[in-house]
């Protein structure tokens, strides 16, 4: 149980192009969804709160339009890189924590999205 | 500001030995603690969760947690090169964004054989 899946698990791309990543919580639901950012030999940073049916809520200095955060179902949530460049190649990680069994707030984390910005 | 502290490590223990790692944290109402273990370009693993004082065994592992020290570990006893990996230790932020949670920056362990 509590499986969380991303797709892709990695993406090359052209710099302004704009990249999805999705997020999928497999055999529970997620009402939150967190989205993480991790670059090489750092700590997980989070970027920001997805909320089922509303707004997400980003962190202090987190572009919200330059990441534009979906979570259109209880299981699904995306993170939309715009107009991507080099310096968003990171490793981008999901979290979902679990609606019904979830009793002590832990987190599932998908397997991550490697993004690489030409 | 609520923190996690952990040493970065890395921490080198032999093959077969405990491994202790340890945790402080700021918040005083926090309630439960997480270990996490994050292999290198990989997403992290839940591996251990405690919100009671004391000790929770499972298998090889052993978290412990003292609340009035604020002070959370986890041991891994008979540790093998396939434990080598970096453990982050986190909280739930209550008053954060809708119950995220605040993570150390994690201790690197690796495990010689």
């Known amino acids: 149980g509590a499986v969380v899946s991303q797709h892709p698990s990695r993406v090359i791309c052209k710099s302004g192009t704009s990249v999805?990543?999705?997020?999928?919580?497999?055999?529970?639901?997620?009402?939150t969804m967190f989205w993480y950012?991790?670059?090489?030999?750092?700590?997980?940073?989070l970027m920001a709160t997805s909320n089922e049916g509303s707004k997400a809520t980003y962190e202090q200095g987190v572009e919200k339009d330059k990441f534009l955060i979906n979570h259109a179902s209880l299981t699904l949530s995306t993170?939309?890189?715009?107009?991507?460049?080099?310096?968003?190649?990171?490793?981008?990680?999901?979290?979902?924590r679990d609606l019904v069994a979830g009793?002590?707030?832990?987190?599932f984390f998908g397997p991550g999205t490697r993004l690489t910005v030409l | 500001q609520k923190e996690v502290e952990?040493?970065?490590g890395p921490l080198s223990v032999p093959e077969g030995a405990i491994?202790?790692?340890?945790?402080?944290?700021?918040?005083?109402?926090?309630?439960?603690?997480?270990?996490?273990?994050?292999?290198s370009g990989k997403s992290p693993e839940l591996i251990m969760f405690i919100y009671s004082n004391g000790d929770?065994?499972?298998?090889?592992?052993?978290?412990?947690l003292n609340k009035a020290s604020q002070y959370v570990s986890l041991l891994i006893r008979d540790s093998q090169p396939s434990d080598s990996a970096t453990y982050l230790c986190a909280y739930p932020?209550?008053?954060?964004?809708?119950?995220?949670l605040i993570f150390g920056k994690g201790t690197k362990l690796s495990v010689k054989p």
């Open chain 2, 6 to 8: 952990q040493n970065s």
């Open chain 1, 20 to 31: 999805k990543i999705e997020c999928r919580s497999l055999d529970f639901q997620a009402t």
């Open chain 1, 103 to 107: 009793t002590y707030n832990e987190q």
């Open chain 2, 56 to 64: 929770k065994e499972d298998g090889r592992f052993t978290a412990q």
């Open chain 2, 93 to 100: 932020n209550y008053g954060g964004s809708q119950g995220n």
């Open chain 2, 19 to 39: 491994a202790s790692l340890n945790c402080t944290y700021s918040d005083r109402g926090s309630q439960s603690f997480f270990w996490y273990r994050q292999y």
């Open chain 1, 37 to 45: 950012r991790q670059f090489p030999k750092k700590s997980l940073m």
């Open chain 1, 79 to 96: 993170l939309t890189v715009t107009s991507a460049h080099p310096e968003d190649s990171s490793f981008y990680i999901c979290s979902a």
